[in-house]
């Protein structure tokens, strides 16, 4: 999933949950300032990071690693 659309899929459960990026600060142990740089699609949140404000909105983050092998360049 592309940077925008997980700030996006943050921002829109968020909205829907009625949690302002205040609250989603509190509810999840991340600084203000890095709710609000992440939904700026400013700065790099860690795993960690985005591990605990989906687990405050009730999401399920899920990282997809794809292994390329020169075999599949080559196509």
Do not use: C, W, Y
């Amino acid at each position: 999933m592309h940077f925008e659309k997980l700030v996006k899929a943050v921002k829109e459960r968020r909205d829907s949950l009625n949690v302002n990026q205040e609250l989603l600060a509190e509810l999840s142990g991340v600084g203000l300032r890095t709710i609000k740089q992440f939904e700026g699609g400013k700065g790099n949140p860690t795993l960690s990071t985005l591990a605990k404000v989906s687990e405050a909105l009730g999401m399920e983050l899920v990282l997809k690693i794809k292994s390329i092998s020169p075999e599949d360049e080559a196509s």
